[in-house]
C-alpha cells in the first residue's frame, strides 16, 4: 500500500551525513589546494556542486515509481557497459591515478563506473524476480547473472579499479544470498575468489606491494606503507574530541589527497572518538533503515533493489574503514557521502533517491 510519504528519518540522515562530508572535504583539502591551485575552496566548489546536483537528482528520482526500472533496466546497463568500453580508449577516457577510468569534462571528471554499479544492482534485481524458481538450479538460474556481473568485473579491472569491481561483485553476490542460491554454492564461490585474486596480484605486483605493505606499512616506509603509516598517525591522536575542525596535522602534505579515500582519518584527528561515533552512527542508521525498507516491501522487485543499495553502500563503507584502520590493504574506495568525489556522491545520493521511492511502497 502506497504510503503519502517516504522515510523521513532516512531523508534526515542523508542530509546530515552529505553535508558534514562537504564540510570535512574543505576541511581536509584546503591546504592542499591552495598550494596547488592557489584557491582553497578548489575541490569544496566541485563537491558542492555535485551536491546540489545530487540532491535535485535523488528529489527528482524519489518521486519516480521504483516500477519503472524493472521495464528499462537492460538499457541503463546496456549503456553503461558501453561506456566503460569506451572510457578506456586514449583520447576518450582519461588517465588519472594511473587508472583510465574517467571522461574528462574540463576540470570536473565523470566515472562510469560508479553509474554501472547502481545500474548492475537494478538488472540483477530483475533477474532475481524473473528466475526465483532457477536460483537453486546452479547452471540454469547463477551462472548466467554471475557471468554478467563478472563481465563487467573484467572491464573494470582493465582500467584498472579493483576496488569498484569488488564492490560490484561482492553485491551481486549478496543478492544472490538474499534470493535464496543455495549456501554450498557460496562456499565454493568463497574458494575460487581466492584463487582469481591470487591471479589478480600475479598479473600486477604492486597489488603484492600493497599486501605487504599491510602486513607491515614500516617494511616500506617511504613508499608503498607511506599511505597507511600517515592515515593511523592521524587517528591515533585524536583522543575523544580530537584537535578541533580545521586542526589536522596529517593533511598538511603528509596523508596524501587526505579528501578522497582517507577523508576519515582527518574526521578522526580532528573530532576524536565522538566524531569517529556520530559517522558511524549516521551509517548505521542509513544501512538500516535501507533494511527496514526492503523488508516491508511485499513486491519482488522493490525488495531485491532496496536490499541491493543498501547492502553496496554498507560494503563499500566498511572496505573503506577497514582501510584506513589498516585492517585490509589499500583498495581505492571512497567513504560514501563523505570522500571527494562527484561521479561517487553522484551516484549515492541516486541510490537514496530510489530508496526513499520504496519507502513509499511499504507494507
Same mark, same amino acid.
Given at each position: 500500500?502506497?504510503?503519502?510519504?517516504?522515510?523521513?528519518?532516512?531523508?534526515?540522515?542523508?542530509?546530515?551525513?552529505?553535508?558534514?562530508?562537504?564540510?570535512?572535504?574543505?576541511?581536509?583539502? #584546503?591546504?592542499?589546494?591552495?598550494?596547488?591551485? %592557489?584557491?582553497?575552496?578548489?575541490?569544496?566548489?566541485?563537491?558542492?556542486?555535485?551536491?546540489?546536483?545530487?540532491?535535485?537528482?535523488?528529489?527528482?528520482?524519489?518521486?519516480?515509481?521504483?516500477?519503472?526500472?524493472?521495464?528499462?533496466? %537492460?538499457?541503463?546497463?546496456?549503456?553503461?557497459? +558501453? +561506456?566503460?568500453?569506451?572510457?578506456?580508449?586514449?583520447?576518450?577516457?582519461?588517465?588519472? %591515478?594511473?587508472?583510465?577510468?574517467?571522461?574528462?569534462?574540463?576540470?570536473?571528471?565523470?566515472?562510469?563506473?560508479?553509474?554501472?554499479?547502481?545500474?548492475?544492482?537494478?538488472?540483477?534485481?530483475?533477474?532475481?524476480? %524473473?528466475?526465483?524458481?532457477?536460483?537453486?538450479?546452479?547452471?540454469?538460474?547463477?551462472?548466467?547473472?554471475?557471468?554478467?556481473? $563478472?563481465? @563487467?568485473?573484467?572491464?573494470?579491472?582493465?582500467?584498472?579499479?579493483?576496488?569498484?569491481?569488488?564492490?560490484?561483485?561482492?553485491?551481486?553476490?549478496?543478492?544472490?544470498? @538474499?534470493?535464496?542460491?543455495?549456501?554450498?554454492?557460496?562456499?565454493?564461490?568463497?574458494?575460487?575468489?581466492?584463487?582469481?585474486?591470487?591471479? +589478480?596480484?600475479?598479473?600486477?605486483? #604492486?597489488?603484492?606491494?600493497?599486501?605487504?605493505?599491510?602486513?607491515?606499512?614500516?617494511?616500506?616506509? +617511504?613508499?608503498?606503507?607511506?599511505?597507511?603509516?600517515?592515515? $593511523?598517525?592521524?587517528?591515533?591522536?585524536?583522543?575523544?574530541?580530537?584537535?578541533?575542525?580545521?586542526?589536522?596535522?596529517?593533511?598538511?602534505?603528509?596523508?596524501?589527497?587526505?579528501?578522497?579515500?582517507?577523508?576519515?582519518?582527518?574526521?578522526?584527528?580532528?573530532?576524536?572518538?565522538?566524531?569517529?561515533?556520530?559517522?558511524?552512527?549516521?551509517?548505521?542508521?542509513?544501512?538500516?533503515?535501507?533494511?527496514?525498507?526492503?523488508? /516491508?516491501?511485499?513486491?519482488?522487485?522493490?525488495?531485491?533493489?532496496?536490499?541491493?543499495?543498501?547492502?553496496?553502500?554498507?560494503?563499500?563503507?566498511?572496505?573503506?574503514?577497514?582501510?584506513?584502520?589498516?585492517?585490509?590493504?589499500?583498495?581505492?574506495?571512497?567513504?560514501?557521502?563523505?570522500? #571527494?568525489?562527484?561521479?561517487?556522491?553522484?551516484?549515492?545520493?541516486?541510490?537514496?533517491?530510489?530508496?526513499?521511492?520504496?519507502?513509499?511502497?511499504? /507494507?
Amino acid at each position: 500500500m502506497k504510503q503519502k510519504s517516504f522515510d523521513y528519518l532516512l531523508l534526515i540522515a542523508i542530509l546530515v551525513i552529505s553535508i558534514f562530508g562537504i564540510i570535512m572535504v574543505y576541511s581536509s583539502s #584546503y591546504v592542499w589546494a591552495e598550494y596547488k591551485f %592557489n584557491d582553497p575552496f578548489k575541490f569544496v566548489k566541485h563537491q558542492g556542486l555535485f551536491f546540489m546536483i545530487g540532491l535535485i537528482f535523488m528529489y527528482t528520482i524519489s518521486k519516480i515509481p521504483y516500477e519503472k526500472y524493472y521495464k528499462h533496466c %537492460n538499457h541503463i546497463l546496456g549503456a553503461c557497459i +558501453l +561506456l566503460l568500453i569506451l572510457v578506456l580508449i586514449p583520447g576518450i577516457g582519461t588517465v588519472r %591515478n594511473g587508472s583510465r577510468s574517467w571522461f574528462g569534462i574540463g576540470s570536473f571528471g565523470i566515472q562510469p563506473s560508479e553509474f554501472t554499479k547502481l545500474a548492475l544492482i537494478i538488472f540483477t534485481a530483475k533477474y532475481l524476480c %524473473n528466475h526465483q524458481k532457477d536460483l537453486r538450479n546452479i547452471k540454469k538460474g547463477v551462472l548466467p547473472i554471475l557471468g554478467l556481473a $563478472l563481465l @563487467v568485473f573484467g572491464l573494470i579491472m582493465l582500467q584498472p579499479d579493483f576496488g569498484t569491481g569488488m564492490i560490484l561483485l561482492v553485491t551481486v553476490v549478496g543478492l544472490l544470498f @538474499v534470493g535464496g542460491v543455495p549456501f554450498r554454492f557460496f562456499l565454493s564461490l568463497a574458494g575460487v575468489g581466492a584463487a582469481g585474486i591470487v591471479g +589478480l596480484i600475479a598479473v600486477a605486483p #604492486y597489488r603484492l606491494a600493497r599486501i605487504l605493505s599491510f602486513l607491515n606499512p614500516w617494511s616500506d616506509p +617511504l613508499g608503498s606503507g607511506f599511505q597507511i603509516i600517515q592515515s $593511523l598517525y592521524a587517528i591515533g591522536p585524536g583522543g575523544l574530541f580530537g584537535y578541533g575542525f580545521l586542526n589536522s596535522r596529517q593533511k598538511h602534505f603528509y596523508l596524501p589527497e587526505p579528501q578522497t579515500d582517507f577523508i576519515f582519518s582527518i574526521i578522526s584527528e580532528e573530532f576524536g572518538f565522538m566524531g569517529v561515533l556520530i559517522v558511524s552512527s549516521l551509517f548505521i542508521l542509513i544501512i538500516t533503515r535501507g533494511l527496514r525498507i526492503a523488508s /516491508k516491501c511485499k513486491e519482488p522487485f522493490g525488495k531485491f533493489l532496496a536490499f541491493g543499495i543498501t547492502f553496496g553502500l554498507a560494503f563499500q563503507a566498511v572496505l573503506n574503514l577497514m582501510v584506513v584502520v589498516g585492517l585490509i590493504p589499500v583498495t581505492g574506495v571512497t567513504l560514501p557521502f563523505l570522500s #571527494y568525489g562527484g561521479s561517487s556522491l553522484l551516484i549515492t545520493l541516486s541510490g537514496m533517491g530510489i530508496l526513499l521511492n520504496i519507502s513509499r511502497y511499504q /507494507k
